[in-house]
């Protein structure tokens, strides 16, 4: 193992103890995963994804209703499929179970980062990445969903950890960046493998890299990754030949352009002004290790600049324009930030302490006083404003929820008034901080915002509705088959299968439901409105039942 030994630097012995990493990473993984209905973006159709395959049984190709939907390939879909066969209906809701699978890919990712941290950077400095990386804003909402996007972080990490380890374990290196290209290529696209294969190919400009050992990683990654990684696309290709053709035309490299080749350019700047709050408070650290170590001669910096650098670069190039897609560049940059955590200056550390103490104090605060302004009314003005974004919530203390709320508000109390205060604390103390403050929200305000976020009080608002227009759910209703999100929740709110029909087209029922924007309205000639409604504040999604008019 190579370990870390600045010249003229004085090393403080770290105080955080394991279970202090261990416990704060099991709190972090939880808030939000348990207790909601999917939310937008990803989860309405990962569930429809998953309770096809366990209403069909068919695993090999995932469906929505019904129709093909190859836009992910199936590897999180069968994690999340698996456990919601394993707990549902009998311990958890179907969606509850199913998003089980994201703290599992997110442990396993944490974990692969961390030993890559102890592996290049020495012992004690795992757990610094880990709580760098659980401090960092960008991966707070993305690692709490349901969406293929965890995995392939996990993917990222596994590759990560595979290049440092081939440093001193060659096979065992190949075998594991084998699985890394498998489950990238299972859970996101080509083109993430290309990007984790780009690293592989440059890396030899460094003399770490450059020799026997290395060789024998990518031979034995290329022997453990081609036939694992055919083995879903060729038995695609044998039972859907033309599906498969569509999804290697249309989405095994990513996104694509209107003239179906891979998009390249985007505008510059996106991802490089973003990454400042994303990878918040990681690049800060990282720039001062890179800072400290100009030269850039150790592996623990070469792996982590190459890795950053051709990923940055790739994402800068493409025309993906989510901050989703730069969760790997945290795991360079929380590795960088580690190697000189310890060194950090005194009045460096306190000021992030200090801004942690203030910004998170703040927001608890705020949390405390929004959940009692929610179901208490008190304060007013506050309480009228939560209901104006939520008004479909009904007022309810959860004794649990409050009570490990408290619990976690005085823990967290005690670990900020800590003395002999360094840059391990400090980052502990943020890590922390960000930690309570997810939780207290994911805990005190989740009913409140699952009123806001879920479908489900709208279709209720409509089948309620129903039978005062003499609707029942047996009768046919239509809506344009890009409707997608509509079909996808009243299915799973109401068991109403909508009819899709081209959009266009007449609609081959009496009733119809239609979905507009507020600004284009809901009249249609021809048809009269029996129902309107749509989530609190949404701009985009007005939706409106039809009845045919008789004359």
């Known amino acids: ?23 704060l990473c099991f709190i972090w993984l939880w808030p939000g995963i348990i207790g909601h209905d999917p939310w937008k973006p990803d989860e309405p159709y990962v569930m429809a994804v998953v309770e096809g395959m366990l209403r069909n049984g068919n695993w090999l190709l995932p469906t929505l209703q019904g129709v093909p939907y190859l836009e992910s390939p199936p590897l999180y879909y069968w994690v999340a499929a698996g456990f919601a ?11 509850d179970a199913a998003r089980l699978a994201t703290p599992l890919f997110m442990a396993l990712g944490l974990t692969l980062a961390g030993m ?9 400095y795992g757990r610094s990445v880990v709580m760098i990386l659980i401090g960092c804003l960008g991966l707070i909402v993305t690692g709490h969903q349901m969406t ?4 392939s972080f996990t993917g990222f990490a596994a590759a990560f950890y595979a290049l440092s380890l081939t440093l001193r374990s060659p096979g065992l290196a190949g075998a594991i960046l084998g699985a890394a290209s498998v489950t990238l290529f299972l859970s996101a696209s080509l083109l993430e493998v290309m990007l984790v294969w780009a690293v592989v190919i440059f890396l030899p400009a460094f003399s770490a890299w450059r020799n026997k050992r290395y060789a024998i990683t990518v031979f034995m990654a290329l022997l453990v990754a081609l036939p694992v990684a055919l083995i879903w696309p060729l038995e695609l290709a044998r039972s859907y030949p033309a599906l498969f053709r569509l ?13 179906g080749k891979v998009s390249l350019f985007h505008g510059f700047g996106y991802y490089t002004f973003n990454t400042i709050w994303f990878a918040w408070p990681a690049w800060p650290l990282a720039a001062w290790t890179l800072f400290r170590n100009r030269k850039y001669e150790l592996p623990m910096l070469q792996l982590p600049l190459m890795f950053f650098g051709v990923v940055l670069i790739m994402l800068t190039l493409s025309e993906r324009k989510s901050m989703d897609y730069a ?27 200090w801004f942690g103490l203030m910004t998170f104090g703040v927001f608890g605060l705020l949390i405390w006083a929004g959940w009692a ?20 919530y009904v007022p309810h203390v959860s004794v649990l929820a409050a009570v490990f709320a408290v619990l976690a508000t005085i823990t967290w109390i ?5 003395s002999h205060l360094r840059g391990r604390q400090a980052i502990t103390n943020w890590a922390a901080g960000l930690t309570l403050c997810w939780g207290l929200a994911l805990s005190l305000w989740l009913p409140w915002l699952d009123a806001a976020k879920s479908y489900r009080p709208v279709v209720e608002s409509m089948v309620r509705s129903m039978p005062a227009a003499g609707l029942d759910k047996a009768q046919c209703i239509a809506t344009e088959s890009q409707n997608m999100v509509a079909r996808i929740s009243w299915h799973y709110y109401a068991g109403i299968d909508l009819l899709a029909y081209p959009a266009g087209e007449s609609s081959p029922c009496d009733y119809q439901l239609l979905v507009r924007s507020r600004n284009d309205g809901l009249a249609e000639p021809g048809w009269t409105l029996l129902w309107q409604g749509s989530r609190p504040r949404e701009k985009f999604e007005l939706f409106g039942l039809f009845r045919r008019s008789t004359h």
């Open 1 to 23: 193992m190579l370990t870390y030994s600045p010249q003229n630097a004085t090393v403080p012995v770290p105080t955080e103890k394991p279970w202090v990493l261990l416990l």
């Open 85 to 95: 066969k394993l707990f549902s209906p009998w311990l958890l809701p179907a969606h």
């Open 116 to 124: 890559t941290g102890r592996d290049l950077i020495g012992r004690r």
């Open 148 to 151: 293929p996007m965890v995995a």
């Open 247 to 259: 999804w290697w035309e249309r989405h095994a490299l990513g996104p694509l352009d209107g003239f």
């Open 327 to 353: 969760m790997p560049l945290l795991l360079p940059l929380a590795l960088l930030a580690a190697v000189e955590l310890d060194n950090l200056r005194r009045g460096a550390a306190a000021f992030l302490n």
């Open 373 to 392: 302004a929610m179901n208490y009314g008190w304060p007013e003005r506050l309480a009228g404003r939560a209901q104006y974004f939520s008004p479909y």
């Open 414 to 418: 005690w670990a900020v008034t800590r």
